[in-house]
């Protein structure tokens, strides 16, 4: 069975409350990264001759996510059939557009597709383009566009700070085929950290991580 792209909403209390699954995959997904320096001309001054003034490093941005999904109703696509692309668009809009008045924001979203995507973060545009319609007006087909920006609690990002040695905390999606002591010594140069970064993770289990897993890699000196 094939995979299929899947959108959840993630509650207050960090679980998937509400799950969208694509109808049909994306073609592409594109994935972004962004460092920020600042080149204020008050803080760093460019010497006469200078080509370009002296930036310095700001920080990292927060990640991008992008892509299109098609939902089609003409019946077509087994899968989903008999959904209308209305009643399809009402169960997006609620899994990451939609307001949720107990926490005063729409929610952030887990976005998976099989072992290599996963990304947690708030949908910041959806443009839908229906490009097929009955003979009454009634669309049968739409294409909507989904851009995401990274979501980290603030836990996460006190992790991501923190400086050290050896020595920023990294992080790392846990792949089909790793291993936590593989890892630990890609980081460490030094397996027998495993335990350690096991009860940071809060794992209870080094040989049963899902594909997808975020882990945190904190300083040594922690």
């Given at each position: 069975?094939?995979?299929?792209?899947?959108?959840?909403?993630?509650?207050?209390?960090?679980?998937?409350?509400?799950?969208?699954?694509?109808?049909?995959?994306p073609n592409s997904i594109k994935h972004g990264f962004g460092i920020g320096y600042t080149d204020d001309p008050c803080k760093h001054q460019q010497a006469q001759g200078d080509i370009a003034p002296t930036v310095q490093f700001q920080g990292y941005q927060s990640e991008k996510l992008d892509f299109e999904i098609m939902i089609d109703a003409t019946g077509v696509v087994e899968y989903k059939k008999g959904k209308s692309v209305q009643d399809q668009l009402t169960l997006l809009k609620k899994v990451a557009y939609a307001y949720n008045g107990k926490q005063h924001e729409p929610n952030p979203v887990k976005i998976s597709w099989g072992t290599t995507l996963s990304f947690r973060g708030r949908l910041t545009s959806m443009a839908v383009a229906y490009v097929l319609f009955d003979s009454s007006g009634v669309p049968l087909r739409a294409t909507v566009s989904l851009s995401f920006t990274q979501f980290l609690t603030e836990k996460e990002k006190e992790a991501l700070a923190k400086k050290s040695s050896p020595d920023l905390t990294h992080h790392v999606i846990?792949?089909?085929?790793?291993?936590?002591?593989?890892?630990?010594?890609?980081?460490y140069n030094d397996s027998s950290y495993y335990p350690k970064v096991a009860a940071f993770n809060k794992l209870p289990s080094i040989r049963n991580i899902n594909p997808g897993t975020r882990l945190y890699f904190?300083?040594?000196?922690q």
């Open positions: 069975m094939v995979d299929k792209l899947k959108i959840e909403s993630i509650a207050a209390s960090g679980n998937a409350a509400t799950t969208f699954v694509a109808m049909l995959n846990f792949k089909a085929g790793d291993t936590l002591p593989g890892l630990c010594h890609q980081i904190p300083p040594l000196s």
